[in-house]
């Protein structure tokens, strides 16, 4: 082979515009309109300095804004010493698709902050966040209106408490402040439910996945969830979310978790509980007495089972390791776990991917609404719970009274009572909203899926109905 014949590895910014490229190729978009998604729209980069143990640090850090075809633009802040403008525009993109496919009506955008956040203590982390913030804001590249930003990467809801604080405080008479971004904790005008969101619509996406048995025969799989062996590649808050869920309530078998100091394997199953608790108090895997320990954890991305979960960073399923791969299904939970080259290989080999578009949506789904109650200033279910209780009231009294009735011989099962008359709060009205959004649009995408002879995966029936969805909010705004 020619080195010119050596399949390139591209880079994630490519990666994704590859993907693009490919759904796009079997469309009918006009090239002008085809361009004008592709590209991002505009990438800030902002250079601040701040006094931190007796010296100025400069910081750089980025947002990227890829379409403003709805407004605000939505996606997560990252802390991570890798960012860079390809990678955030690489996700600021992807955040368009997405949230087009599953209805959340967002632009697409994406942030990152050059840091290692284990190097500072939290009081610095606050003042250098606060100070991004800043930055941001008096840009409008955090406004309620025009660009919310939530947790990525190295960031979680208190990063996000700070950066709405500081909004705030440059925007005392804003009284949408609040939704200037989400992931924010509950106390400050966070909803119930956003930090087990994204893990919970990997749980809800893989469910749907296997309510329909053509699409598992697909994967070479059979059956319902229950006892799937499952691996696991970084175990953070969607990692960690996805495993307790799927192992809890849905009997599947956590058989290896990879973090970044080794794996943990256990063909019976890891405790899920144990091993985050550990990782909690040590940083990592290692020592940890959950199931054998494998120094190099890559390695077990290539472990035989039935679902590969990636849940960390883009680019760990790429050239170096995509023909050892074993697991007939795999769930991107990470943004761009699989390069465009091992997701060529991956198809040739008959791998089934239920793609990052689709399969980490859950957390803008519910940072969805969470900035939706922002606005309306209510908590969900307030207005209706103790209404829809009072009617379901009167069902109950009826059914005991003619229950009270021997002659008719039968009886309430005894919880039923309680069962019935719970109404739903926030949390249950969220994971019912997330629920219903995971379903629908894995029903749109099967549709091209199955329904399209040239569609041949998930992945490129994802793109082509976010991007249809696209060009036709451009086209009616006469673009
Ligand atoms: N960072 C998350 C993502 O990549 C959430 C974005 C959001 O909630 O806006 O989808």
Not at 398 to 422: C, M, Q, V
Not at 426 to 434: A, D, F, H, P, Q
Request: glycine share 10%; charged share 25%; aromatic share 6%.
């Amino acid at each position: 082979m020619k080195d010119t014949d050596t399949p390139r590895e591209p880079g994630f910014r490519d990666s994704v515009d590859l993907m693009f490229n490919r759904a796009v190729a079997l469309m009918d978009l006009s090239p002008g309109l085809e361009q004008k998604i592709r590209v991002c729209n505009a990438t800030y980069i902002v250079r601040f300095g701040v006094r931190l143990r007796g010296h100025i640090h400069t910081f750089t850090g980025y947002r990227s804004v890829h379409s403003e075809h709805l407004e605000p633009v939505k996606g997560g802040i990252r802390y991570a010493p890798e960012v860079n403008q390809d990678e955030v525009e690489a996700l600021a993109a992807l955040m368009t698709y997405k949230c087009a496919l599953v209805e959340v009506p967002f632009g697409g955008s994406k942030g990152g902050l050059c840091i290692d956040p284990r190097e500072w203590d939290e009081h610095e982390l606050e003042a250098i966040t606060r100070r991004f913030a800043y930055e941001l804001a008096k840009r409008d590249l955090i406004h309620p209106s025009q660009n919310v930003p939530a947790p990525d990467m190295g960031t979680s809801e208190r990063e996000m408490a700070w950066m709405a604080d500081q909004y705030a405080r440059m925007n005392t008479t804003d009284i949408n402040a609040r939704a200037c971004v989400t992931g924010k904790p509950l106390n400050s005008g966070g909803i119930a439910g956003r930090v087990e969101a994204t893990g919970r619509g990997v749980q809800y996406a893989l469910r749907e996945f296997f309510r329909h048995p053509e699409d598992v025969r697909r994967a070479g799989l059979s059956g319902g969830l229950d006892g799937k062996r499952v691996i696991l590649q970084g175990f953070g808050n969607v990692g960690y979310h996805a495993a307790k869920f799927l192992s809890e309530e849905d009997g599947c078998r956590i058989v290896g978790i990879i973090e970044r100091d080794g794996a943990l394997m256990s063909e019976t199953g890891l405790n899920v509980q144990n091993v985050r608790d550990w990782i909690g108090k040590h940083g990592g895997v290692t020592g940890c007495p959950e199931g054998r320990h494998v120094d190099d954890g890559a390695r077990v991305l290539e472990e035989e089972c039935d679902i590969l979960i990636p849940a960390a960073l883009e680019g760990v399923i790429n050239l170096t390791n995509a023909e050892r791969i074993l697991a007939p299904l795999i769930i991107e939970a990470a943004n761009g776990p699989v390069t465009a080259a091992a997701d060529d290989i991956l198809r040739g080999k008959g791998t089934v991917i239920i793609p990052d578009l689709y399969a980490n949506a859950g957390g803008v789904t519910v940072s969805y609404f969470e900035w939706v109650k922002n606005l309306s200033h209510i908590r969900f279910g307030r207005m209706q719970r103790r209404a829809e209780e009072a009617h379901h009231l009167l069902l109950i009294e009826e059914l005991e009274r003619l229950s009270a009735d021997k002659r008719l011989g039968w009886e309430l099962s005894p919880d039923f009572k309680t069962r019935y008359l719970r109404g739903a709060g926030e949390l249950e009205l969220v994971r019912s909203g997330l629920d219903d959004t995971m379903r629908t649009a894995y029903q749109s995408m099967r549709e091209r899926w199955h329904g399209q002879e040239n569609v041949t995966d998930l992945r490129i029936a994802a793109f082509t109905v976010a991007i249809e969805r696209v060009a036709s909010s451009y086209r009616a705004k006469g673009l």
